[in-house]
C-alpha cells in the first residue's frame, strides 16, 4: 500500500478482526495510543497485502470450466496470441505521452492529494468516529525503533504475538 499523501490509511481483512478485537477488550490495544496503532498498522499491513496478493493470484489463476479449465490469465495470453497471429493486434501501445497527459484525460484529476478532513471538525471528532490516521513518519520511527525485531515472521496466529511482541 503505497500513500501518495504521506499518510497510511488500512482496514481490517475479516482474518484479522478478531485478534485486534480480542486486544481491545483485555486491554493491550489502545487506539487512542499512537504506538499502539502505528504498532498495529506495521504487524498486520504487510499479512494483509499478502492476503491481498494471494486472492488476486488465485483467481487470475482459477480453472473456469466452461472454458474448458483455461484461467482468466490463460484466456487472455491465448485471446492475445490469436489475436498478433491473424494481423489484428496492431502492437500500438495507445495515445502518445502529449495527448494522454493533457488534463481532459485524467480521469483522476478531482482526487485529492491532500487528505481530506472536512468530515470531520477535528482530530478529536475524527477519532470518535472511529476514525485513526497513521502518518507515514510515525511509521518509519518505529520500524527503525523496532530495529532487528521480527515482527514480519509467521506466528502461527494471523500475527497476533507478534503485534504482542512488538
Known amino acids: ?11 481490517f481483512n475479516p482474518k484479522y ?14 487506539m487512542g495510543s499512537p504506538i499502539d496503532r502505528v ?4 504487524v498486520f499491513q504487510p499479512r494483509i497485502q499478502a492476503s491481498l496478493d494471494e ?5 487470475n489463476l482459477h480453472p473456469i470450466r466452461t472454458a474448458k479449465n483455461k484461467s482468466p490469465r490463460a484466456i487472455y495470453e491465448l485471446s ?15 495515445d ?11 480521469e483522476l484529476s478531482d482526487d485529492p492529494t491532500a487528505p481530506d478532513y472536512s468530515d470531520y471538525a477535528d482530530t478529536t471528532a475524527e477519532r470518535e468516529a472511529g476514525v485513526y490516521v497513521n502518518h507515514d513518519d510515525e511509521v518509519e ?10 515482527y514480519l515472521g509467521d506466528d502461527g496466529n494471523w ?5 504482542g511482541n512488538v
Request: hydrophobic content about 35%; proline content about 5%.
Open 17 to 30: 478482526p478478531d485478534g485486534a478485537w480480542v486486544a481491545r477488550q483485555v486491554g493491550l490495544l489502545d
Open 39 to 42: 504498532c498495529l498498522y506495521i
Open 1 to 11: 500500500m503505497a500513500p501518495r499523501d504521506g499518510i497510511s490509511a488500512w482496514t
Open 80 to 94: 492475445r496470441e490469436r489475436a498478433i497471429n491473424r494481423g489484428y493486434w496492431t502492437g500500438d501501445p495507445g
Open 55 to 59: 486472492t488476486l493470484n488465485s483467481w
Open 159 to 163: 500475527g497476533i504475538g507478534a503485534q
Open 141 to 150: 520511527e518505529m520500524r527503525r525503533a523496532l530495529g532487528d525485531l521480527d
Open 96 to 106: 502518445d505521452i502529449a495527448t494522454v497527459s493533457h488534463p481532459s484525460y485524467d
